[in-house]
Nanobody, 115 residues
Framework: QVHLVESGGGLVQPGGSLRLSCAAT????????MGWYRQAPGKEREWVAS???????EYTDSVKGRFTISRDNGKNTVYLQMNSLKPEDTAVYYC?????????WGQGTQVTVSS
């Protein structure tokens, strides 16, 4: 079993920055993929970014150039640095780990971008 805990959400003005963290504990295997998803009110959950164990990254188009995903394999932690935030980035952000055919989700952290 894998347990994920996100942190770092909050209220920020447009143009501001936030850094999300997600710490994974439990049976962590090498070769996993870690990622971030988000769900805005009234919308479906959408993929934001992913990073492999070797550091290969992918982003959804709407966050390219503004968000950076990274990971610390020694700490089993994934980060999401979010810059130039926009009101449309407002959502609950979820961390996900995919390994050995299983998907594990965190409880989510709220990000609100508003003046």
């Amino acid at each position: 079993q894998v347990h994920l805990v996100e942190s770092g959400g909050g209220l920020v003005q447009p143009g501001g920055s936030l850094r999300l963290s997600c710490a994974a504990t439990g049976r962590i295997f090498s070769g996993n993929i870690m990622g971030w998803y988000r769900q805005a009110p009234g919308k479906e959950r959408e993929w934001v970014a992913s990073i492999t164990i070797t550091g290969n990254t992918e982003y959804t188009d709407s966050v390219k150039g503004r968000f950076t995903i990274s990971r610390d394999n020694g700490k089993n932690t994934v980060y999401l640095q979010m810059n130039s935030l926009k009101p449309e980035d407002t959502a609950v952000y979820y961390c996900k780990v995919y390994q050995a055919g299983y998907r594990y989700w965190g409880q989510g952290t709220q990000v609100t971008v508003s003046s």
